[in-house]
């Protein structure tokens, strides 16, 4: 069974793999009125999501919680949201699903800022 922190590290190198193609698909095409949707898959994807992970590697009595579990379902959750909704937004189709995607991420934010207070860094038991 692998740490909570290598599920955060994973979901972020996928969204970092996307994120580029889908930025190089942008280059390419000349077309960039995604690039909203690109930028929060790349910054809420890879760079929080990373830092999730690196927080969870570095401080065990915190990844060991059923917390870092919410913690990570609320955020995986609030990005495979967000982004597809920040796309539909730019191309008028609506914001619920770019609201409900923020609300999700906010909430796995919270969570986060809770287990920081909570744990410190490094705390290992
Ligand atoms: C192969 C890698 C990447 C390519 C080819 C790429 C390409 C692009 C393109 C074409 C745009 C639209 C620019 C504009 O319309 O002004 C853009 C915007 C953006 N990208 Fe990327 N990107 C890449 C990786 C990343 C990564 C790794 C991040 C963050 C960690 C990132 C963050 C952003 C942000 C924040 C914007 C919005 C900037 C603005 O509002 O002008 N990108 N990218
Ligand atoms: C619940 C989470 C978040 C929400 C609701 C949110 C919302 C927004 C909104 C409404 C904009 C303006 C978009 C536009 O004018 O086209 C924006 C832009 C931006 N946000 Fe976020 N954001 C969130 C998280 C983040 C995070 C975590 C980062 C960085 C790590 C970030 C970095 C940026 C950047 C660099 C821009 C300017 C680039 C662009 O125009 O696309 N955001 N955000």
Do not use: C, E
């Not at 570095?58 to 597809?84: D, E, N, S």
């Not at 914001?95 to 919270?110: E, I």
């Amino acid at each position: 069974m692998r740490g909570i922190g290598f599920y955060f590290f994973a979901a972020g190198v996928i969204s970092v793999t996307l994120g580029m193609l889908w930025g190089i698909q942008m280059a390419i095409s000349g077309d960039h009125t995604l690039h909203g949707a690109h930028a929060h898959l790349n910054l809420v994807g890879w760079v929080t999501m990373g830092l999730f992970g690196i927080y969870y590697t570095l401080t065990p009595a915190a990844a060991a919680t059923r917390l870092a579990k919410l913690h990570l379902a609320l955020a995986v959750a609030g990005l495979v949201v967000m982004v597809p909704g920040i796309a539909i937004a730019v191309q008028n189709g609506g914001d619920q699903m770019v609201a409900a995607g923020s609300l999700l991420t906010a909430a796995s934010m919270l969570v986060f800022l809770y287990t920081v207070f909570k744990n410190g860094l490094g705390r290992t038991a």
